[in-house]
């Protein structure tokens, strides 16, 4: 007879629990009574590898005397003191440093109780911060739910999502996961590989007396934050939180006698006030306390010597510099421009990276936008600002008007096309949509009205929108790619490549097709690859893409597109399996295209994707795109992509773009490539000059154009004086890569600020040699460049804190060389070169008491890894020419 009731019993508790229905209510401090409890809270904080064994935490242990003063029914209001405060950690001898913390009120706090559950704290007007969070976090820890299943709670961390499982009466299990207040961003970018990543969750376990008391509740609680592109560079914060129970007095409670609990609140209101579970920030972990930027520039003043352009000290004196700059006022900012000036382009760099309206107003003050003499450093400061994410909107107010009010006239033409390049990008990240419709309408207007003929005017307006990136104008752009003339349909293409194809439709992905085709017109070439680098991320159907493959047996005499289709499809097809799995299919069904007469174009365009580095580095990717016309390099590229996954992200890309060059190349009587000039003299009926330049884009930011020469008598004074043969910087510059401001409240009242910035120094040089009379050349390109991650994880409260600071570091160079023959045959070998590069990763992790005294301890570690030279391989073409020019070189 008892098994029965015992097993009936049984399946009555399980069927209340599936159901949601609690058992009778039990508060988890009894009515009318006083009782103890010691509240532990460790906080550890580790690398998340090549962690050191010495143990970087410390521990706040309190005794709470806990006084239930008012009940009715399940309503409740709990008075509690802090008692025997102290703060400890263990130095490097394994001794435990103990610090009592006396500065802690004798005041009580309050938590209020109703339906069983906690929903306010009463606290003292004049608490700090740190505590008030503490006290949060423990009526946090009171909170909880006989049942099983998920539900939504709000609590210290916000609101959670939240599964119980409530094995029995007595033990209880909660999980939290995606709290509000583990993600409280302050700045950060929008391209995932420049992203921060974070894993966070908090378990908790009460035990439960048999008459329902509580008599432990312990949490672990754990967040883990790295870079998106590089999961083993960031930090692991763990806390312990304890509330145990120690002993339950008979001492007498003194009840406030007050008929309902809003009563009994108001009585205490006159040096009182209620508080949300719900916890803030707490600044003073943030601090800085006496540093100043001045005193820090004096500090890396070597390092941000010019000499040190596109060296890792550089970069990581600027990604440490940036924080302290946000909080720097004009005045600072100015005496700092006033007293350097023999680095004031690092200086300036510095200030566009702030992004702050009091760095813009120092450089304001400083420099003049009508004074020629500034406007080098005036544009290092722009581009360095355009790359920004999170800028002030009285900075892009105050560029607008500048902007406005600038005339077209020469003198003006350099700055004012720094000015709108920057504007219209930072438009673009701008959180009020009213700014980004007043300067696309600023821009559509100018290029459809007021530039009237003026052709450099409506470039500069395409490339404004597509920096500005608002899909309200691809219909603009649209227009301007399909009907202009060429110079501003390469210009409108290279604007909507920019856009996700989530923002096209099939009408666009027609144009498109027709662009590519030339089904009504002809187009430049260059709009024409652009065209088909667009169908292709809007995932060909199995139709479509066995249309661009038949393409490639039809009459079209322009080897260079189809050798460019064809090197795309290679290169699409290794980093998509779907895509590969598409095309060999559709080469199955197409004998007559999938053989060497077809695939084997004689084009020279090349388009090819080679890995620059790997893990332990970032995956990063160089992209290389080629475009050969009559023999000659129409437009090239070099673009560094970054990767996270199934994410990248541009973070450099440099461009030549030449016109005219094709007169230095020999006569070619081939009947073939005759005819492909031919198509192309339609294509352009109108004499263009010789020009040649350099298109830059940083983090997918397009700068203004610099132009090499214009005209052929420019360039031959060049290649008279040899002005091109020694190495020349083409730019210099250091921009911010990762840019993110993160807080976490802990369950325990801490508050965690993860602070990263990513900084890329680069200088980019190259020189030439060209013999008329042998009728060769020589050129090399080089990058010196530094990647240099700094991060700096800082988690505690006003009595302790922990902190893990790293910084990820190397120089991944790049070195492009060419030999040009055309004595007689084209003949042009390119050689692709990384040499050794070494990663570096430092951390240290530091713990401060600061309670009677400071004390600090900190523990340093740093981790190398080499990786050797490599000289990569292009394509079986490059290789055929290298061995051609071997042996002419040998002759």
Known sequence: MMLRIFILCTFCWMCCMSHGTEPLFAPLVPFNSQHFFTLTNKVTIKEISHGAAEETSYTFTTLLKVNSVWSKNQDQLLQIYFTENRVSTVDKKGKERIQDIIKIPDRPFYIRFEGHGPTKIIAHTYRDQSLLNIERGIASLLQIQYKVGPMVEVDMSGMCNVFYNAKSKERVEKKKTDCSNWDLKVAYRGEKPLDISRLSIENVVYDISPEGSLLQAHSVETHKMHLTAQPEVGTIVESLLTLKHVTATTEHVEQLDFETLEEAVQSLMEWYREFDLEADVDGAVTEYGL????????KYTKHLANKRIGHYQLAEAFARLVPLARITKQEEFQEILESHKNILPQLVDLLGATQTFDAHKAINATFQYRKLSDFDLLEKYLQSLAVGTHPEEEIIKDLFAIVKSMDDSMQYKKIKNALVQCMSS??????????????????????????????ECKLLMIRGLQNLADHRSIETLMGYAFLAEPKLSVAAMKALKRFSVIHFQEPHRLAFTFMFYQSRKKYATSARTMALDILLDMRPTKEELGHMLDYLASNDRHFEIKTYVIQKFQMYAEKHPKFKALLQMCLSERPHINNYHILGQKGFTSVLSRPLSSAPAFNETLLSVQEVHKGVLR???????????????STFKLGIFTNGLDTFMSNNNDADEQEDLDDDNEENPEYSPITAGMEISVNGVAHRPLIFFTGKSELMTHIWSGTVSESTPAFQGTMLAHDHEHYVMLSSGATAHFNVIGAKSIDLNGKAGFSLWNRNADTEIKQNAATVVYGIMKVGFTY????????????????????IDFYDELKLCMRLQRPEMELNLKSTKTVNLKSIYNYQKSVHSKHSHKFPGHTYALNRKNNNMCNMVAKNLEL
């Not at 302790?800 to 030999?819: D, G, R």
């Open 426 to 455: 930072l438009a673009h990240h701008f959180e009020r949509e009213v700014i980004e419709i007043d300067i696309r309408n600023y821009l559509v207007e100018n290029l459809k009205k007021n530039c009237g003929k003026d052709e």
């Open 635 to 649: 437009h090239g590229s070099v673009e560094l992509l970054l990767q996270a996954g199934e994410y990248e992200a």
């Open 291 to 298: 540093v100043t930027l001045k005193s820090e520039i004096n």
């Open 800 to 819: 302790a804190t922990v902190t893990n600071e790293f910084v990820f570091s190397y120089e991944p160079k790049i070195v492009l060389q060419a030999h």
